[in-house]
């Protein structure tokens, strides 16, 4: 059949394949960025975060999340020599779905602590940001009237690496930031998953944000990560939505008792809240405070940074471990070959792992 927009007169108006866009992030722009040299010795670095100097903390941070080994090296020697001066903080993690309410909300606690005298650093856990680039979490724009305070530390995301790396540097941070004399550490993670473990082994509180209303498929909670919780709290409860929010209050508490008893005798909490109104903040801190009086009390408070700390020990021996194996170029090499004959069938995976794994301890 003829069809006129074929019609040699219209060939303007066809609809030509489009030049493929460019990538947003230049890929040469990481190979160009100059490797710079710490500026300060250790001493120094140690010296300036004592006296709370944030620049110099923030090029500090700047090193722990650093790949290169020389960078390594000094911001172990700084942390190392921060760690008698850190410990000194409430650390609360904050986690809910994207679109949660998770920046407005961190923005109005904030200004809630501030308008107390604390010092906040504002950290943030996001494995996914190496894939997405650009990170989301711990953006400052984010947080617009929080970000302008001198009493608070923001700092996105580190982007680089596995999800143990990125939460180690992130704990890392912690004990720099307390260190500094910041006495209250929020660490933001997005509720999706894996990311939750690693900020609970790395608090004294977590904060679970909900919606009420919105339906399982927005709220994408596990259950696994409410029953991390330490509190529940419904953000949006503002203007014609306050009693769909009482109405979600009522079935998590519901559903909290189906959980089994928590370790330190604490009975999770579900409170609402507007994070944009700025309504229900003082309740949620009232309540952490009732949880921290309650754990120092009773000795669970100290138990649990204890026993975090010794899962970090753990953390960092298998992060290490296989940093060393799989930046090994001999194994990289057999790995790849042995991944071949895995697939084509040749080879069982257990005799393929064995044979790695012999040649790795050869060559230690
Ligand atoms: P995040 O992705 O979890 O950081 O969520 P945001 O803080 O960016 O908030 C997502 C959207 O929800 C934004 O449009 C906010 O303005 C809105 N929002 C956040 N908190 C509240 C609140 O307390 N009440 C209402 N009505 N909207 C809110």
New binding site residues.
């Given amino acids: 059949m003829n069809h006129i927009e074929n019609d040699e007169q219209y060939k303007g108006l066809a609809v030509n394949k489009g030049v493929a866009s460019p990538p947003t992030i230049n890929p040469y722009l990481k190979k160009q960025r100059r490797e710079r040299k710490p500026e300060y010795s250790v001493n120094e670095y140690v010296e300036g975060i004592l006296k709370g100097d944030i620049t110099i903390l923030s090029q500090a941070v700047t090193l722990v999340e650093s790949t290169l080994p020389q960078h390594s090296k000094i911001a172990q020697e700084v942390i190392e020599k921060c760690l008698p001066h850190s410990g000194n903080s409430l650390r609360i993690g904050i986690t ?12 109005s606690f904030g200004m809630h602590l501030m308008a107390r005298n604390k010092k906040l650093a504002v950290l943030a856990i996001d494995p996914s940001s190496e894939l997405t680039k650009g990170s ?1 979490l711990g953006d400052k724009t ?1 947080m617009e009237q929080l970000s302008i305070q001198k009493n608070a530390f923001i700092r996105p995301s580190p982007s680089a690496g596995s999800l143990g790396g990125v939460a180690r540097k992130t704990r890392e941070t912690i004990i720099l930031c307390e260190a500094a004399g910041f006495d209250t550490i929020f660490v933001e993670t997005v509720g999706v998953g894996q990311s939750e473990t690693a900020v609970r082994s790395m608090v004294d509180f977590f904060l679970l ?1 909900q919606l009420a209303g919105t339906g399982d498929e927005l709220q994408g909670i596990k259950r696994g990560i409410m029953e991390m919780a330490d509190a529940i709290i419904i ?5 014609n ?1 306050v009693d769909k929010a009482k109405l979600a209050a009522g079935q998590f508490r519901n559903a909290l008792h189906l959980f089994p008893p928590t370790e330190s005798g604490w009975i999770p909490k579900v409170l609402t ?5 700025g309504t229900g903040i003082k309740d949620i801190f009232d309540m952490i405070d009732e949880y921290e009086s309650m754990a120092r009390e009773s000795g669970y408070f100290l138990h649990k940074r204890n026993q975090q700390n010794k899962y970090w020990m753990y953390e960092t021996i298998d992060e290490q471990l296989k940093d060393h194996f799989y930046g090994n170029p001999e194994i990289k090499a057999i790995i790849e070959n042995k991944e071949g004959l895995v697939m084509g069938g040749e080879v069982s995976s257990f005799i393929a792992a064995k044979d790695i794994l012999d040649r790795y301890f050869k060559s230690i």
């Fill in positions: 809910g779905v994207p679109g949660g309410g998770k920046s407005t909300s961190i923005d989301i984010r944000i953000n949006k409860a503002d203007g939505n809240y507007s994070g944009y109104y």
